[in-house]
């Protein structure tokens, strides 16, 4: 009997795109929120973006 598995992590496990993609690995953007605005991690915000916007503002995202 065959059996099918599918691979999928959350984006915090920080793989390397062309790892995930080599490998069939299915990535879930964890959102993340600064002042009212949603972000997509790794899609609309980007690793130096979100340390920009954690200095800036008080409390966590």
């Known amino acids: 009997m ?3 598995v599918v ?3 959350d984006s915090t496990a920080d793989i390397p795109r062309t790892l995930t993609e080599e490998l ?3 990535v879930i953007p ?3 929120h600064f002042d009212g605005e ?3 991690d790794g899609e609309s915000i980007t690793p130096p973006l979100f340390y920009q ?3 800036q ?3 966590l995202p």
Request: aromatic fraction near 10%.
């Open 24 to 26: 069939g690995i299915y």
């Open 53 to 55: 916007k954690v200095s």
């Open 30 to 32: 964890l959102k993340v």
């Open 7 to 9: 691979l999928v992590t």
């Open 38 to 40: 949603t972000y997509l």
């Open 57 to 59: 503002v008080r409390g």
């Open 2 to 4: 065959e059996k099918n």
